[in-house]
């Protein structure tokens, strides 16, 4: 009697424990939508056209740096990561009052950089990839050269920077390739793993 307790008493933690360890996994749904709307977001490694209407000095094409930002002549840094070509156009805007009063700006992207994301664990070919072209989970986990013996397919973590933290989903491989699981495009900096 004692053992059967002792058994469901730590069936019921083992379990407990599970659910906790799972608290920050995200619904698979939201890999589906598409969050920006359709609206670019800057991003490390860009390079844009800064065009000042009548202004060939403060016009030309800027790269967006390591830090976010780029440099245009007048008005110094603008940061740039994570924001629309609107917002950087009105930044400029403004910075620029100073010296053209009424200042046309327009902001377009010439270059994308490529998506950066990092493959790890059971893979066999661990490590850091870039894509010149939009990738989805599945082709990236192709480029690793798929899984390594024992793997976990079943058990495939996409991580991913989000406005408030880190976003977790937990992935089957088998349910992404017969489509009953999303098969998300990546992102710029998302991390895949596999136990």
Do not use: H
């Not at 440099?71 to 994570?82: F, H, N, R, S």
């Not at 013996?149 to 390739?177: C, H, M």
């Amino acid at each position: 009697m004692k053992t059967k307790f002792l058994l469901l008493v730590t069936l019921a933690l083992f379990s407990m424990g599970s659910a906790c360890s799972d608290g920050n996994i995200r619904p698979l749904d939201e890999l589906g939508r598409d969050t920006s709307g359709g609206i670019y977001y800057a991003k490390v490694g860009d390079i844009l056209q800064v065009q000042v209407w009548g202004e060939p000095r403060v016009s030309g094409e800027v790269a967006i740096r390591d830090d976010g930002r780029f440099t245009l002549p007048l008005v110094d840094d603008i940061e740039a990561e994570g924001k629309t070509l609107m917002q950087i156009r009105d930044e400029v805007s403004i910075r620029l009052q100073e010296f053209i009063p009424s200042a046309q700006v327009t902001v377009t992207v010439l270059q994308t950089a490529p998506t950066r994301y990092f493959i790890a664990g059971q893979f066999l070919k661990p490590g850091e990839y870039r894509s010149e072209n939009k990738i989805t989970l599945l082709q990236a986990i192709a480029t690793a050269g798929g899984f390594a013996p024992f793997a976990d397919e079943s058990e495939v973590t996409l991580i991913r920077k989000g406005v408030t933290g880190e976003l977790r989903y937990l992935l089957d491989y088998n349910q992404v390739v017969q489509g009953k699981e999303p098969n998300p495009e990546l992102k710029d900096g998302d991390f895949i793993s596999v136990k």
